[in-house]
């Protein structure tokens, strides 16, 4: 069973992540491209430091050459944001990273990209299902790696360092020499360590590590910068008094902040930071994307600023392609991923956390000291958070409930609208909202409430969660 969410295929190793399962989506995009006509264009794999990463990327290569597609595969472990920067740079048509992301250590999986560097749409990745829905195993078609090496259908290369100086070019590295700070890092046993801590050290930095081995099991913790799996890097920023703390998720392309204080940044300031900065500090002009369970402070930025900020169903393809339509200079998410106009059109924990550290040069400020004064103008906001897994049966009630017959619990607040875009959006007339939607990773119902104090955030969510029996 191939199915694919809001951040690719994602599957538990050995039950339906197999050999021949990724073989078999491999054997579909080869037969995808050369009915378009693209397959001259090449492929481009790259993988993480998961549990069968590195051997999937081989599988998947040995396909491709034996269609006579050739395909380039990058030689180490590398950032998911890197190889969809291959795919942008290198004119592919297609390029694929093997990778479950932020989801537990059982799984794996693939996240297809597109011409530009974009995630797959859901247009696209429903036509993938279409083709492998066609095959069979015996329609797979396999070449050993080492034979397609020598008959030049498969290709190592190494991008890392062109990946490097494109983040280099972008950010304002003459101002963080001058700042002279002090960083942590925790790649979270992943991939972000070679490509952060060399621009970090460019820049003249002071640049510790952590959590920087190879563990496909990360430490026992889920992949994932949040509060929970933070601790580490909270108690070193406060230990060794550093400026920031930063860590990416499993293959970098979000990332998690611990500021100054030792306090976690929520992804939902970090992107209200980083649009403030480039309104006001940097000069430029735009609207901004998010999706629909990230914070509306970034709507208040947007319009002080005479912009807008729209709002996109969850999965960064939405966002990415709501910027490209708008021109919009920066798009993110709740769950700590986000893009600025002029790199890639997709998720980058690299490059957000260099454009952190430039934020803070260039303004000679602490994250903390900016964000209280964006919460000075616009007023604090606080979000609750819930999620919890369920079975198919618990599922389909719910969904019923929510979807189809509509329902909702009683709120102390007087509702504005309701959105069923993807999941189902309270909007409350006080400017507060609460959302209750199905994950597309993982088998989880996720509950996001946002409101003017954390009291009243944390009771709206009780509502929602007693309402749905959970």
Known sequence: MIEFGTGGWRAIIGDDFTKQNVQLLAQAMCCKMKDEGVENNGFVIGYDRRFLSDIASKWTAEVFAANGIKCSVIDREAPTPLIMFCVKNHGNSYGMAVTASHNPAIYNGIKIFIEGGRDADEVITDNIEEYISKLSSDDVKVMAFEDGLKAGLIEIINPLNEYIDSIIDAIDMDAIKKASLKVVLDPMFGVSKTSLQTILMTARCDVDVIHERHDALFGGRLPAPNTKTLNSLTNYVIEHNCDIGIATDGDADRLGVIDDKGRFLHPNEILVLLYYYLLKYKGWKGCAVRNIATTHLLDAVAKDAGEQ??????????????????????????????????????????????????????TGRSLSEIYKEITDKFGEVYMSEYDTRFS???KVEINKTLMQDKKLPEFPYEVEKVSYMDGCKVYFKNGGWIIARFSGTEPLIRIFCEMSTQKEADEVCAIMTNFLGL
């Open 309 to 362: 900020c729209y709002e996109v169903p969850v999965g960064f393809k939405h966002i990415s392609g709501m910027m490209e339509k708008t021109d919009a200079i920066i798009g993110g998410e709740s769950s700590g991923g986000l893009t600025v106009r002029g790199h890639i059109k997709g998720k980058d924990g690299i490059y957000a956390a260099s454009l952190l550290i430039e934020m803070m040069a260039v």
């Open 392 to 394: 198919q049966e618990r």
